[in-house]
């Protein structure tokens, strides 16, 4: 089985951060069917024995592969530069990384 893909966005510090993804197969191209999926996601230090966040994690469109994840300003103010982070698909109990990565977080606008 091959490794999930790694992604690495920017997050800044005391701003929301939103980002949608659409799942494709790899070999058809096809949307994967999110129906009766549940996505997660959490972040952590390298180790994983500090949490820092949960995603909030939305199927925006199930058939077509579409769900979004995000974080609010509160969030994102507690993120150290670099914490490591993975999106989990659960179906029937099977769990499944669809990718996981680091978030590269810089400070944000400050008022």
Do not use: H
């Amino acid at each position: 089985m091959a490794a999930p893909p790694e992604y690495n966005p920017e997050v800044f510090r005391n701003l929301t951060f939103y980002k949608q993804f659409r799942r494709t197969d790899n070999v058809t191209g096809n949307p994967i069917n999110l129906t009766n999926n549940t996505i997660t996601g959490q972040i952590w230090n390298k180790e994983e024995t500090k949490k820092y966040a949960d995603f909030t994690c939305t199927i925006d469109d199930a058939t077509d592969g579409k769900f979004s994840i995000s974080l609010t300003k509160t969030q994102t103010n507690v993120l150290p530069d670099k914490p490591y982070y993975s999106i989990v698909r659960t179906l029937a109990g099977q769990d499944k990384t669809l990718f996981k990565g680091y978030l590269k977080v810089k400070q944000g606008y400050n008022q």
